[in-house]
Every structure is written in C-alpha cells, then in structure tokens.
C-alpha cells in the first residue's frame, strides 16, 4: 500500500521534484545524528536545521531549554519539514530519555567540549559505530548531567584568543568534516529502503498542497 501511495502522490509533483526527492534520500543519513540542548537563541537553533539538512543529517534532537525551542523561517528556510525532528523536555528525566532514546539506537555520545579525554575533531574514528554528537548553551555549554553520560569527548582545533565558536558554526564544522569522511568511506552510512518510503512519503505530503485530503481519497478508493 505504502508503495502504491507514493506513486500516486509523484502524479501531483514535477517529474523534477519527484526525482529531486529520491535523489536527495540516496545521500541521507543517520549514522551520524545532532542533539543540541537548552538553545533558546531563534537564529541559532534555526541555522543548526539548516546545517543538519544541507549535510543530509536526517534526524536532530532537541532537549528544550527554559524556552521553547523555536524556528525563524526566514533563516531555516524550510529545512525544518526535510527534518525527523524529536524533542525532550528540559528536565532530568528528558534529558535521560534523550540519552537513552540515542543509546537504545545504538548511537555512542560524543559530547562536543574540552575535556580530560577529549580528542581532535580530526582523530575522530567514524569506524567506531554510530555516533551522535552533542551541543550545548550558547551560555554554558552541555549540561552536567549529559556530560556525565557520553561515552567520548571532541572538541574542534582553535588557535586563537576566543574559547568556543558559535553554536551553530561548530556544527557546521563538525558536519562538514565528518559527513565528508563518511560518504569516502565503506561504511554502512545510508538509510534503508524502509527508511527512505518512510521518509519520501513525508516529503511528498509536505511538497504538495491539500495533502492529507488526496491521501485519505486515495485510501478510502482502495477499500
């Protein structure tokens, strides 16, 4: 059925949009995954989805600050609906959940600060497992209680007089680097059919107007 459905909705797009779409899934991935916590900057949270989607970052997670994690479209532009956005609440217990989400999805925690045991950004091995990178405040950095639960530390190389890059440039870097490394490499780094159906239905019914009603037409002709 859900094969039949994505054929039917391809009629209600561009033959260009339709092979845009599949040709954008074959470079998604989710070997490697975004958690930011506690953004409460519009602008930054914004350009983070912006990155995540450029790269081909299919899934980002966000554990909510004292504010609402919120998007301005105007820098976004729209990445937000290519995205599988998850969100946790800003509390001991979702930010646990986050972690655990990430691990039982056999992610490795890569917390994005200076550490004791922290390595290069350059050094890090991608041959290791899935991993999914950490950010923290603009202000502060990672909560403690993330910290205490990642499994490796990486910070980006500096030379300079300033301590830390903007949160949205740092993944950006981040990204660049490694989504780069993986896509050279012969790592297991696409999504599975199932997952691209999955996600190429989505993006169908967010391309075309009115959606939801030509989806439950559709169905209710097939029963």
């Given at each position: 059925m859900e094969d039949q459905l994505i054929e039917y909705l391809e009629t209600f797009v561009t033959e260009r949009r339709a092979n845009l779409i599949k040709k954008i899934l074959e470079l998604r991935t989710r070997y490697l995954t975004v958690a930011v916590e506690n953004i409460y900057q519009t602008h930054n949270a914004s350009a983070v989805l912006r990155t995540c989607d450029c790269f081909g970052i299919q899934d980002v997670h966000i554990i909510e600050g004292r504010n609402a994690f919120t998007v301005n479209p105007e820098i976004?532009?729209?990445a937000s609906k290519w995205l599988s956005i998850h969100k946790y609440e800003n509390s001991v217990k979702g930010k646990d959940s986050a972690i655990e989400s990430l691990k039982n999805q056999g992610y490795r925690i890569v917390a994005t600060t200076p550490h004791t045991n922290d390595q290069d950004l350059e050094k890090f091995?991608?041959?290791?497992g899935k991993a999914a990178f950490i950010f923290g405040t603009e202000l502060?950095?990672?909560s403690d209680e993330v910290l205490s639960q990642a499994d490796e530390f990486v910070k980006i190389p500096m030379v300079g007089f300033t301590?830390?890059?903007n949160?949205?440039?740092?993944v950006a870097i981040v990204l660049h680097h490694l989504s780069s490394v993986l896509r050279k490499s012969k790592l297991p780094w696409q999504l599975t059919a199932e997952e691209k159906k999955?996600?190429?239905?989505?993006w169908l019914k967010s391309t075309i107007r009115d959606s939801d009603q030509i989806v439950e037409n559709f169905l209710e002709k097939k029963k």
């Open positions: 976004a532009m729209g091995n991608l041959q290791k502060n950095g990672i301590e830390s890059f949160i949205s440039v740092s999955s996600i190429q239905l989505k």
